[in-house]
């Protein structure tokens, strides 16, 4: 609960700080937009990391129960590594699109 209570806490200082400080003129929206995006790929590169570790891991214990299929367990977690990582370049993408475009 006190990590929580400090996250929100530290979440709302810079939130307020970027708008406090900001130059005349600025948009907020576009500074609302930057945070959000921000996050978005926070969580995205996040997840993708713990499915990449939990992919390696599967792997690893694959190999050690059966060395003979060590081969094609490499080559699929090699595939599957891809498939994760293509998501957080989707992520970006979005990101990047939302920030910029819309």
Same mark, same amino acid.
């Given at each position: 609960?006190?990590i $929580?209570?400090i996250l929100? !806490? !530290?979440?709302?200082m810079?939130?307020?700080a970027?708008?406090?400080?900001?130059a005349e003129g600025?948009?907020?929206v576009?500074?609302?937009? $930057? *945070?959000a !995006?921000?996050?978005g790929?926070? %969580?995205?590169?996040?997840?993708?990391? %713990? +499915?990449?570790?939990m992919?390696?891991? +599967?792997?690893c214990?694959?190999?050690?129960? &059966?060395?003979?299929? +060590?081969?094609q367990?490499? !080559?699929t977690?090699?595939?599957?590594?891809?498939?994760?990582?293509?998501?957080a %370049? *989707?992520?970006l993408?979005v &990101?990047? %699109?939302?920030?910029?475009?819309?």
């Amino acid at each position: 609960m006190k990590i $929580a209570k400090i996250l929100f !806490t !530290t979440l709302a200082m810079v939130l307020v700080a970027s708008v406090a400080f900001a130059a005349e003129g600025a948009d907020p929206v576009m500074s609302a937009k $930057a *945070y959000a !995006t921000a996050i978005g790929m926070g %969580i995205a590169a996040g997840l993708c990391g %713990i +499915g990449q570790g939990m992919g390696v891991k +599967g792997a690893c214990e694959g190999i050690a129960r &059966n060395p003979e299929a +060590g081969g094609q367990l490499s !080559t699929t977690l090699i595939l599957g590594l891809a498939f994760i990582e293509s998501l957080a %370049i *989707y992520a970006l993408v979005v &990101n990047l %699109i939302l920030l910029f475009v819309v």
